[in-house]
């Protein structure tokens, strides 16, 4: 495990005294890393993979991952110390030829370009044209499925025009010509002349709908190769979106008790400072006739709002109230946020700073959700394996 993290901080000449002291306190332990042995059904890549929370259900699953990237260095760590393994870099700069085959391609691309809280430019926006570098590895490795995560905003970016030639790619519908000043790189623009040929489909899905208080929605987009099934395989019958549980959620399931933290100790209630500077702004809003300012949350909450990775500024979209210990509101702690995004509880959460942590977990997906997806994906493509089985023979 060191040794994957000084290789991880080798770009620089040398590490600071305080880096190496934080290198030395990691664990040699990883808790997700499969064992040489382990039995797995099918292989599959990570991509975007930030702190693998799309991982861990496949993993779950008996899948193989046999390629991971992330191109965030804080990211890398956390990833490395949960599943002992160091992601590659940037994406854009693999070539497609040097990816591993794989059976089932994951990404949660780079959503910022399409968020509600950006400034939604789309595919004007390089971190939006991250979905080409997937679509260039759809059209060399031909994976039997896929499983593609961004925010909800995207159906409704540029009208809706986004997200339909996203899905006319994947397709294979698609047949005009993406703008020469629309960014990604030579191979990825020359891979759009591979024409794909996925059954695909997509929904929106709510973190508070699969047992985590949390009103966190996402897209989901998930494909099947329709050249390598038989075809007798319809999708439209063996796929099949997860249904929302029946499980009341409450905040209170996620918190911790600090009641009997020392003062000293506190690093998670905010400032008398901050406080007010809050109360102020929602004052201010107020006035204004808008809604805009911190949300307040206790035990009985049946769900906080979403937590996103601006969480480390002020905290102001998920505070704790701390009225009853006559304290000011407190931040979620690191282990509270892992929860709110339903991560295991033996996940590493303090191989970064506090800060990075709460960026991580606020780019991260809601693993339960990820699951719920990942058990109709793998079902189906199973089932179609079968089907193709049959026919052959």
């Known amino acids: 495990m060191r040794r994957l993290i000084i290789v991880l901080e080798s770009g620089e000449h040398k590490p600071t005294a305080a880096k190496f002291a934080k290198i030395e306190a990691l664990k040699d332990e990883t808790p997700?890393?499969?064992?040489?042995?382990?039995?797995s059904q099918f292989k599959f890549i990570d991509l975007f993979a930030g702190i693998g929370g799309i991982r861990l259900p496949f993993q779950e699953l008996q899948g193989k991952c046999v390629f991971t990237s992330e191109w965030n260095k804080f990211s890398k760590i956390t990833y490395a110390a949960n599943f002992g393994e160091l992601p590659h870099g940037d994406i854009t700069k693999i070539p497609a030829t040097e990816i591993p085959d794989h059976d089932v391609l994951l990404a949660g691309f780079p959503c910022q370009a399409f968020s509600q809280a950006?400034?939604?430019?789309?595919?004007?926006?390089?971190?939006?044209?991250?979905?080409?570098?997937?679509?260039?590895?759809?059209?060399?490795?031909?994976p039997k499925a896929f499983l593609l995560e961004n925010v909800k905003h995207l159906q409704g970016d540029n009208k809706g025009k986004t997200l339909k030639t996203i899905l006319g790619i994947l397709r294979g519908e698609f047949k005009e010509d993406i703008p020469e000043d629309v960014p990604m790189s030579e191979e990825a623009r020359r891979a759009l002349g591979k024409t794909l040929n996925y059954w695909v489909d997509y929904r929106v899905l709510r973190a508070a709908d699969f047992g985590i208080p949390q009103n966190r929605e996402r897209i989901y987009i998930v494909g099947f190769d329709k050249d390598y099934f038989s075809s007798q395989c319809n999708f439209n019958d063996l796929f099949q979106w997860p249904a929302p549980s029946n499980v009341l959620t409450k905040v209170g399931s996620i918190l911790e008790d600090l009641s009997s933290l020392p003062p000293s100790e506190d690093k998670f209630t905010i400032s008398d400072k901050l406080w007010s500077g809050h109360l102020r702004r929602k004052a201010e809003h107020q006035t204004k006739g808008n809604g805009f300012g911190y949300c307040l949350f206790n035990e009985n909450s049946p769900y906080t709002n979403t937590l996103s990775a601006r969480y480390y500024k002020d905290g102001s979209?998920?505070?704790?109230?701390?009225?009853?210990?006559?304290?000011?509101p407190r931040l979620l702690t690191p282990r509270e946020c892992a929860r709110l995004q339903g991560f295991p509880e033996n996940f590493v959460v303090d191989a970064v700073s506090k800060a990075r942590i709460y960026e991580q977990f606020g780019n991260s997906v809601c693993v339960p959700v990820v699951r719920a997806v990942a058990q109709s994906l793998v079902k189906a493509m199973q089932q179609a394996e079968q089907l193709k089985q049959v026919k052959a023979a």
Request: hydrophobic share 40%; aromatic share 8%.
């Open 317 to 328: 979209e998920i505070l704790i109230d701390q009225s009853a210990l006559g304290l000011n």
């Open 118 to 142: 950006g400034l939604k430019q789309g595919f004007n926006d390089t971190r939006g044209t991250m979905f080409f570098e997937i679509q260039r590895i759809l059209a060399e490795k031909r």
């Open 32 to 39: 997700f890393k499969l064992p040489p042995n382990a039995i």
